[in-house]
């Protein structure tokens, strides 16, 4: 266990779809990430919070809608996705979001869009 | 030229032996390296910081080349264990964004 939960594990929606995923860190930490991971790609920074302000969004599409309620909580809410949305989710935190640090990975989610 | 630069394998090695990455990277002001393990439909967790003068944590050894701009990491006595995926993480100055930006990994499978 790192200290970082993602529900849910998998997902599949249709693109008409709206759905959130959730991810809750119990490590104080005061900066929380999403990352894309597609296959055969690196993984990709997609929003970034500290201390529950987003600092860092790496011009991802308005379909991708995150919310970050306070320290130990982010979402990221879907909706009209399209399939090559399809991938891993992955949610990290940090303690301050200083470049240099340590990241706790949740186990991520799954998410196939059809 | 993408900003880190791997090797995507895969290495396929024998127990027991040695084997070595490169990672590439294109900003020459970075500041911080790091090696991440991902087993396969895991998430990625830190293996180690790479530090100037080299660092070497029992099996593993990893080596920041800045003239050339590459890191590597050396793993010693392979076992089946080891087989993942490694990912090179650098971080770039300030004045680039300062957010870790990840390799795509470099395959290994160790084989009895």
């Known amino acids: 266990e790192t200290g970082v939960t993602q529900t849910p594990r998998h997902l599949v929606m249709g693109m008409t779809n709206k759905k959130s995923l959730k991810c809750e860190q119990h490590l104080g930490h005061n900066a929380m990430y999403w990352y894309k991971q597609s296959a055969k790609k690196p993984l990709e920074l997609m929003f970034v919070y500290s201390l529950e302000e987003r600092v860092e969004n790496n011009s991802v599409p308005s379909r991708f809608s995150p919310e970050c309620p306070n320290s130990s909580h982010l979402f990221l809410h879907l909706h009209t996705l399209q399939p090559e949305d399809s991938a891993l989710y992955l949610c990290a935190s940090s303690q301050d979001g200083a470049g240099n640090e340590k990241l706790f990975f949740g186990s991520g989610t799954q998410l196939s869009v059809l | 030229r993408k900003e880190v630069e791997q090797d995507p394998g895969p290495f396929n090695v024998p127990e027991g032996a040695t084997v070595a990455f490169n990672c590439t990277y294109s900003?020459?002001?970075?500041?911080?390296f790091f090696w991440y393990r991902q087993d396969c439909r895991k998430e990625p967790k830190l293996l180690m910081s790479?530090?100037?003068s080299g660092n070497e944590d029992g099996r593993f050894t990893a080596q920041l080349n800045r003239a050339s701009q590459y890191i590597s990491l050396l793993i010693r006595d392979s076992k089946l264990s080891d087989s993942a995926t490694y990912l090179c993480v650098v971080n770039p100055p300030l004045d680039a964004g300062n957010m870790l930006t990840f390799g795509g990994g470099t395959r290994l499978m160790v084989k009895p």
């Open positions: 790479v530090y100037s």
């Open positions: 900003n020459s002001a970075s500041q911080s």
